[in-house]
């Protein structure tokens, strides 16, 4: 299994313009989310999805959005970039949304850049 | 706001001294997660807490949830320098299904 894969590793955009984070997962997971990571804030929930065609909003949404067409794939897209968007991006996904077998597993990360 | 808060932000120690990061929750959790992040790379699962007074221990690492479900600590014992990283506290607040609240993070440093 390759686990959860994100694309790209490292991207630089400027403002204004649009993009898709690719996050894919081998697992069978049902759930999956995307959070940012900026220094000293940890880890941030931007959006997430209990399974294929539901999502939800998590603490931080604006500016992104996602669907959930697949059981493995959850892109995340930013409609028009702005320099506060600047973070590195992770992905994550687990077998339920609770119980026993909720722990995540994250991606590598995107580390992206908003000039 | 940040529903997790986690403290201390930054903990330096020397090899050998112990280590503990604490987390409090505004809502009772249902479980608490804690998670290892290694500079540069991506979090990674520890361990999970779901009883009321729970503690676990994985060899130096010692986990404990709180009676009223609302906070955890994370000690190590006797730190070695591949103990460097960031450690996360997360939970789930016990009514919104599906989110997953993080804690900001402790960092530790390790002197040789």
């Known amino acids: 299994n390759a686990g959860v894969t994100q694309t790209p590793k490292f991207q630089v955009l400027k403002t204004g313009q649009s993009m898709t984070l690719q996050c894919a997962q081998d697992m069978n997971h049902e759930y999956m989310s995307w959070y940012r990571q900026d220094p000293g804030m940890g880890l941030r929930l931007i959006h997430y999805s209990v399974g294929a065609g539901i999502t939800d909003q998590g603490e931080v949404p604006n500016g992104y959005n996602v669907s959930r067409s697949t059981t493995e794939d959850f892109p995340l897209r930013l409609l028009s970039a702005a320099p506060s968007q600047t973070s590195v991006y992770f992905c994550a996904s687990s077998y339920s949304v609770q119980g026993a077998r909720n722990e995540q597993y994250f991606g590598p990360g995107t580390r992206l850049t908003v000039t | 706001g940040q529903q997790v808060m986690q403290i201390p932000q930054y903990q330096h120690v020397q090899e050998g001294e112990d280590f503990t990061t604490y987390c409090n929750s505004s809502t009772t959790l249902s479980n608490i997660q804690w998670y290892k992040q290694r500079p540069g790379g991506h979090p990674v699962f520890l361990i999970q807490l779901v009883k009321s007074g729970e503690v676990k221990k994985q060899k130096r690492l010692t986990f404990q949830f709180g009676e009223a479900k609302k906070n955890s600590s994370l000690h190590i014992t006797a730190t070695q320098t591949t103990d460097v990283g960031t450690y996360f506290c997360?939970?789930?607040?016990?009514?919104?299904?599906?989110?997953?609240?993080f804690g900001r993070g402790t960092q530790l440093t390790v002197w040789p």
């Open positions: 997360a939970g789930p607040p016990g009514s919104t299904l599906g989110r997953l609240y």
